[in-house]
């Protein structure tokens, strides 16, 4: 189907995601390009006085400064439990576990939707996979400080890949920056089971965060050639 198209249906996927939410309700925004279809749904709806009394928390800047254009109220990340954030992601399995990442917002994604009542996804169908790691590395955040010596921790681990560039056509120094001030190695791992990974990964010194989001999703909204796909977890 033509791009157009996919990009229509990512709409709808992110518009039947922002149905969920109701008035007065404690929302995280997500990061990337289809999360923003939904940030803009949401902007809508309380533009029109469809949604009244929403507070907000923003997983990026990028998504901070798009929620606080439409006007929405957008505060910083409290304890307070989120009624429902949306988020895009990079993979999918058929249980709604996920990687995330390749838009550099992993960290504060996390923070958000670990403390989500519910937490939904929108994507389109090129992120399903069968086991994570299918086709996306695994972005790893790591601190600047003393990022080879945090690197040789992870190679020991059995990782294979490379800190993100800002672009492929710059030079290897100019490397890019998440929001937190910090490194990306985009990681793969043959065979790892990814709960005992993600664990380790935690473990290993100089690592922030990780973008495996493991039993975490309610569902996922899936742009599909031609509909709109819905995966509940357990179903």
Request: charged share 20%; no cysteine.
């Given at each position: 189907?033509?791009?157009?198209?996919?990009?229509?249906?990512?709409?709808?996927?992110?518009?039947?995601?922002?149905?969920?939410?109701?008035?007065?309700?404690?929302?995280?925004?997500?990061?990337?390009?289809t999360a923003r279809y939904a940030i803009e749904e949401v902007g809508r709806r309380v533009a029109a006085g469809e949604l009244t009394g929403l507070t907000c928390v923003a997983t990026s800047e990028a998504s901070d400064g798009q929620a606080r254009a439409l006007g929405l109220e957008v505060g910083p990340l409290?304890?307070?439990?989120?009624?429902?954030?949306?988020?895009?992601a990079d993979e999918i399995t058929p249980d709604v576990d996920l990687i995330k990442g390749l838009g550099g917002a992993l960290v504060r994604e996390k923070l958000v939707e670990v403390q989500a009542r519910r937490l939904i996804i929108i994507a389109d169908h090129t992120k399903l996979v069968a086991r994570l790691g299918e086709k996306a590395p695994l972005p790893i955040e790591v601190l600047q400080f003393g990022v080879q010596s945090t690197l040789v921790r992870l190679q020991a681990?059995?990782?294979?890949?490379?800190?993100?560039?800002?672009?492929?056509?710059?030079?290897?120094?100019?490397?890019?920056?998440?929001?937190?001030?910090?490194?990306?190695?985009?990681?793969?791992?043959?065979?790892?089971?990814?709960?005992?990974?993600?664990r380790t990964l935690k473990g290993t010194?100089?690592?922030?965060?990780?973008?495996?989001?493991?039993?975490?999703?309610?569902?996922?909204f899936v742009a599909a050639p031609g509909e709109v796909r819905e995966v509940v977890r357990g179903r």
């Open positions: 189907m033509s791009s157009l198209n996919l990009e229509a249906l990512k709409k709808e996927a992110a518009i039947r995601a922002v149905a969920l939410i109701g008035s007065g309700m404690h929302v995280g925004l997500g990061t990337g390009s409290t304890p307070q439990p989120f009624d429902l954030a949306i988020d895009g681990l059995g990782a294979v890949g490379e800190l993100r560039r800002s672009s492929p056509d710059l030079h290897v120094s100019d490397l890019y920056v998440t929001d937190n001030g910090n490194f990306i190695f985009d990681a793969r791992f043959a065979g790892a089971d990814l709960a005992a990974l993600e010194l100089g690592v922030v965060e990780t973008g495996l989001f493991l039993k975490m999703a309610e569902r996922a």
